[in-house]
């Protein structure tokens, strides 16, 4: 008798498959018992609306346990319906549900609806179904509420000067996140829900009258292209969406931090959260905006370039310190400065392994320490982090397996790893590392260049919704060098960033237009 | 389209392990760094002694080694050639010879005056070859230079080197490296030599050797080798004493700069020489009746003049007479008068060297004479 909903997008948005509700109540409540399979945490709330003179019309409210608070719907619901429908005249008010509606229920947030599919999907979200004897339509009441964390400083982005909250897994907390901080009617949130049978909420975040629209026509395509079962995390959203799915590096960026959206939004970029998770993610995304962390914007500028310079830096010595080590030692010791070579060679003296198994035994006892350390419990975790730091510094040498050049070199790497301010980004670098140090223990400094010339070409090649990766270094955007590896102060940064072809480019001194200001000039100069 | 973007790339890397010359990979410590190198004559006919100054690596690896560590090992061996003898050398090291940190080659006097070419030639063909090595001249034996210890530097060829590239305050060599010893060589085949003398417990270096066509003739004493530098440009410290009026002013050159310009007037060629020099007073003493003077400082400048004019003269008229042209004087003239050098590049160190003027003019100017205004002149009680 009832067709079993197939719960695909398309079903859902068109209305091939609308689904009427019954006039009888307990053909409905069937219905829903029998769409959910009779799960033990469906709730269904039967009882009688007693309409003095009149009749006792029969109700029920279905909702799953654990989604609603159960202080609303007591207090918001149950209670006015048992007691202020009594109210009901029906010479005055001919419709009972319009009624319960307009007058009885005290919650801010319902609509009505006839379509069983759509009372289904708002049931799994969370809101609890009236459903009334008599009629084919049903009151979907937004109680929601369920267990979250409460909002934390970011893990895996800190900062020392700036904003500590972060996103939570509640999409809804998030959105209120950024809402309170741009005040802005043209902030557009866009809901979606993706997921064949997760049915998750997505929602795309843009400004609209700076975002550009060929941007959000594009964001909006990729997310609604996705054919997935679940969609747990944002992650799932980022590799389903980004533009190429081979590379070692990522061209989404995520963030947990709800002010790096707001930047990246008023930048003129896209913003897509998740709910049920708390990292964001922004489009386009280059290698630069990822190098680039919120603090370098609230602290002053010449703190803030030292501190990005050093972060570049740091990159390339994350990238490049084992495989130069290899190519020095291995191919050309006439580089290294005499008395230094002297030592190293010193220190190397009866060791037993070639330089690039020695690297390649320090860097991986290094992944392995990271590794350990992410996945231990805190206590356990530092722990971790004393052997480990026992058998790299000190063992090790001692054991005779590695030199303690090595060890001054993997620490550098390491260090210099955890500077590059996103987690995603780092794992690029890592890896290459690895590529680098395998090419340069094969041809020497000739094959490291060529290991760099293939990154960088790899690199150069890959795009964001379009936007080169390398950008504004290759290809050169002169507007936008002046915030890379050097910031220019806050007066100087009157434009937003040209990548995102913004629709108003200007992000300041709109208020004063040019003309009026030679205008000003030109009255005192007369006096 | 992906893997076609990516075509020139992968042509470039394949084809490049056909032609580069990187498989040499060996690692650091399986290398012996050869830090100096002496030659001499064999006393069998036709052989070479080479003799290789080598760090014991153990010694270099922690900071409190004892006093009484070996921390160098001196082998030696006989050839032909020092490609040849290098290899003989690796079976008593059993590790790959490795010159790229050598910082001295020491050449003995016997084999100099035969001909130096055989030697330079394996360095200047090396590649690896650390171009500010220091090129050496022994009077007597080579090797006996690399046995002499030395308590503050354990390895000879490491203070060698240090002398002609740290060391500001000296005249007494010229200082100049491997690279600036190629350029005269190749040029004429004339250079100067620092000389480096060993006695039974230290090491002399001071004055130089001359080298004519790839043969050493004669030795030049500390005085000409200051005279030498100045030719060279290659003076960067130092200190002049001179005395003037039965006092002894000690004149340190804080920067100095000679300009040569060959003239040509009439068929006769004339050099003319300015150097000129910077510096202060920083000692001035008597000893003697009398009170406190002022300086005269124009009277000291115009000694120290006409001291340097004097000693640059004596050079340039010694090196005529030898025949020999190591400061490229030819190429001045190549430079300034191409016509008169086609002319006479054939017979240049013969006949028209021999035969050009000089005109040496110095100008010394003395900035500062320390906090002291004047000549503290000590006068002995009774």
Redesign the interface.
Known sequence: MYIRLAFDKQCLESEAVFLKLSKRIHHNVQFFKQQFNDSTDLVVRQFSISIPGIREIAGALIFFEGLISSHLITNAVLDPILHEASRFQQPIDADILSFLKESVLTNAEHSETNDANKVVLAIMMGEAALLVDGYNACLTIAVQDWEHRAIQSPESEGVVRGPRDSFVEAINRNLMLIRRRLRDPSLVFERIQIGNRGQNDVVIAYVKDIANEELVNEVRKRLNKIDMDVILDSGYVEQMIEDDWWSLFNTVQDTERPDEVVAGLVEGRVAVLVDNSPFALLVPSTFNSQMLSPEDYYVRWPAANFVRLIRFIAAFVAFLTPSLYIAL???H??M?P?QL???????????PF??IIEALIMELSLELLREAGIRLPGPIGQTVGIVGGLIIGEAAVNAGIVSPIMVIVVAMTAIAGFIIPTYTLSFGVRISRFFLMFVT???????LT?GI??VL?HMA?LTSFGVSYLSPWAPLSLKDLHDSVIRSPWHGLKKRPSYTKADDPTRQGQRMPKKSKKKQNRGKQKQ | MRRSRFYPLWILIIASFAASGCWDAKDIDRRTFVMGVAFDLSDTEDQLVMTIEVPVLTSFATQTHRIADTRAFVAATTGTSVAQMAARIETRTWREMFFGHTQCIILGEDLARESILPIIDFFDRNPRIDRRLALFVAQGKADEVLHIKNPLQPLVSVHLNQILNTLTNTTRVVKRNFQDNLRDLESNGDTVLPRVRSTDTELTIAGGALIKDYKFIAWLGENETRAVAFLYNRISGGVLTVNLEDILYTYAIRSASTDIKPVLKDGQLTFRINVKTEGEIIEAFYRGPGGAIEFDIPGIQSKLNQEITDEILHLLTKLQDLRTDPIGFDRLVYRHYPKFWNQHKENWKEQAWPQAKFEVTADFNIRRTGILKEVTIYERQG
């Not at chain 1, 070579?341 to 060791?351: C, P």
């Not at chain 1, 223990?441 to 094959?447: A, D, H, P, Q, R």
């Open positions: 030692i291995s191919f010791p006439e290294i005499t070579s002297l030592s190293i060679a010193a220190s190397r003296e009866g060791l070639p330089s223990s094969i041809l020497g400094l000739y094959g060529l010339l293939v070409g090649t």
